[in-house]
């Protein structure tokens, strides 16, 4: 599976661009260079297409936005087009489901869990079928483009709707690996990505399971259990507070649901304090889906759940946003020292 990006313009030999936008297009560098996230959602639906898996593919109007022009270059005749009609693609997806094929349908994630809500309940999720939910630019990835374009509500949504499993891939390389694993997943999947350009934590080859939580160590002070594009921002800041002797543990709570409540009880034993960070408000996420572990099992741990604090977010660029609200590697480790202090 080839997640690099191809040459640029003017190179002689390299992948077949689609008709209509031209090699020095700043679409096609954006994609090719910029977001080597979304590369590995093409490719490796490509791939999984090779192997002969019944994949078909479909996008709303935004196969450079999400990378997915990849799999129709490889792939024309299992790749579906549905223009501005989110709602009507993830009916439609539900309806090739029951087919025999496996559906992968993406969108940006404000429009894929608030716009399709109905429809991921009622055609995908009640009928247990095999849909296959993409939600880029999750989160304040689309700083600019406004409130309308935040996903900041898209966890609390996905994991309130029965019988849908929701993954949140740290970076390309777990992606590339969370799609493989969904192949043979029974029911709907909903995946919420970011724009591609998340730091690597892992290598390319890194064993995945749907459900089983990550532990990168383990703290007698803190566990910080995170998700998504949180999870590199969350092991620097443990790496600085290692520095000033707390004892700190990182888990990455890819699945957000079924959640590993093993992974979770084992932490609230070990450690005094628990910490949530994820891009996403404080209600209804991962903070919410752990509070409800603890507090069911009655464990005496504190936790704080940091992330959007209930508030429609700002309009900046994504990095000013992640520093704004504390969500960068700085950000969480003075999050941490103030749960210290407490």
């Not at 493989?180 to 080859?205: C, M």
Request: charged residues 20%.
């Amino acid at each position: 599976m080839s997640t690099t990006a191809a040459s640029p313009a003017g190179a002689a030999g390299t992948e077949p661009v689609a008709p209509g936008l031209q090699r020095e297009s700043w679409h096609l560098l954006s994609l090719l260079e910029q977001a080597p996230g979304l590369q590995a959602l093409g490719d490796t639906l490509a791939d999984l297409a090779d192997e002969g898996h019944p994949v078909v593919v479909g996008t709303a109007d935004l196969k450079y936005s999400n990378g997915l022009v990849r799999f129709q270059q490889r792939h024309p005749d299992k790749y579906v087009q549905f223009g501005i009609s989110e709602q009507h693609m993830v009916s439609t997806a539900a309806g090739l489901a029951t087919t025999g094929l496996i559906p992968y349908v993406a969108t940006f994630a404000s429009f894929m869990a608030l716009l399709t809500c109905e429809q991921i309940r009622t055609d995908a999720a009640y009928t247990k079928l095999p849909v296959r939910l993409i939600g880029h630019h999750s989160g304040i990835t689309l700083g600019f483009y406004g409130t309308s374009h935040h996903a900041t509500e898209d966890l609390a949504i996905t994991r309130a709707i029965a019988g849908l499993t929701v993954i949140a891939p740290a970076d390309t390389a777990q992606l590339a690996a969370a799609l493989r694993a969904s192949v043979t997943h029974e029911g709907p999947v909903y995946f919420r990505i970011g724009r591609g350009r998340d730091p690597e934590v892992y290598p390319a080859d890194v064993p995945y399971e749907i459900g089983k939580a990550i532990t990168h160590s383990i703290g007698d002070d803190l566990t910080i259990i995170t998700t998504g594009s949180m999870v590199h921002p969350a092991l620097a800041a443990a790496h600085a507070l290692r520095a000033d002797g707390h004892s700190v543990g990182v888990i990455d709570m890819h699945t957000i649901k079924p959640l590993d409540e093993a992974a979770v009880l084992a932490a609230a034993h070990r450690s005094r304090l628990l910490m949530t960070v994820e891009e996403h408000n404080v209600l209804g996420g991962l903070g919410g889906a752990v509070a409800e572990v603890v507090t069911r099992h009655g464990l005496p741990v504190k936790l704080r759940r940091h992330g959007i604090k209930d508030e429609y977010s700002l309009i900046g660029p994504p990095t000013h946003l992640y520093a704004h609200y504390r969500l960068d590697a700085s950000g969480i480790e003075a999050e941490a020292r103030l749960l210290f202090n407490d």
